[in-house]
């Protein structure tokens, strides 16, 4: 099955150049936060059950932006675009809201101070991600 305006076998990749270390980065960032949030949620839920729900959501995100990526396409394309900016807004409000109010959260998640605890991985994945996922859609159209 192909893609509207797609001839079969012609699906954009998205996992060339820095599209390939993207997928891996954001693989690791799955690991991690699911990871994480698993051992998290089954043993300690109780301490900080918004934690821990928001490691697992970002472990979710990260998972369908990796698959969109590997999968390829440009509805793959724009689903990862809207997860990337998602994604953004969510490490934001996260890390704004764990430095304003750091009582909410009395252990740390995936986004807390902006992804501190990942070396910022999770503010500046997302952004690098949008300027490759529009480079991809700008490469595709010239191609055309």
Same mark, same amino acid.
């Given at each position: 099955?192909?893609?509207?305006?797609?001839?079969?076998?012609?699906?954009?990749?998205?996992?060339?150049?820095?599209?390939?270390?993207?997928?891996?980065?954001?693989?690791?960032?799955?690991?991690?936060?699911?990871?994480?949030?698993?051992?998290?949620?089954?043993?300690?839920?109780?301490? /900080?059950?918004?934690?821990? =729900?928001?490691?697992?959501?970002? *472990?979710?995100? %990260?998972? +369908? &932006?990796?698959?969109? #990526?590997?999968?390829?396409?440009?509805?793959?394309?724009?689903?990862?675009?809207?997860?990337?900016?998602?994604?953004?807004?969510?490490?934001?409000?996260?890390?704004?809201?764990?430095?304003?109010?750091?009582? /909410?959260?009395?252990?740390? =998640?995936?986004?807390?101070?902006? *992804?501190?605890? %990942?070396? +910022? &991985?999770?503010?500046? #994945?997302?952004?690098?991600?949008?300027?490759?996922?529009?480079?991809?859609?700008?490469?595709?159209?010239?191609?055309?």
């Amino acid at each position: 099955m192909t893609e509207e305006g797609e001839t079969p076998g012609a699906r954009q990749k998205l996992i060339t150049g820095p599209g390939i270390l993207l997928v891996w980065l954001y693989g690791v960032m799955v690991v991690g936060a699911v990871s994480r949030s698993a051992v998290q949620i089954s043993s300690d839920f109780h301490k /900080a059950p918004l934690a821990y =729900t928001l490691s697992a959501l970002a *472990g979710l995100v %990260y998972g +369908f &932006i990796t698959y969109s #990526l590997v999968r390829g396409g440009e509805k793959a394309r724009k689903a990862a675009l809207v997860c990337c900016a998602a994604e953004l807004v969510g490490v934001l409000a996260v890390g704004t809201w764990t430095l304003v109010e750091p009582s /909410a959260f009395p252990d740390a =998640t995936v986004w807390s101070d902006f *992804g501190m605890g %990942y070396l +910022f &991985i999770p503010v500046i #994945l997302p952004v690098t991600a949008m300027f490759w996922l529009n480079k991809a859609r700008k490469a595709a159209a010239q191609g055309s």
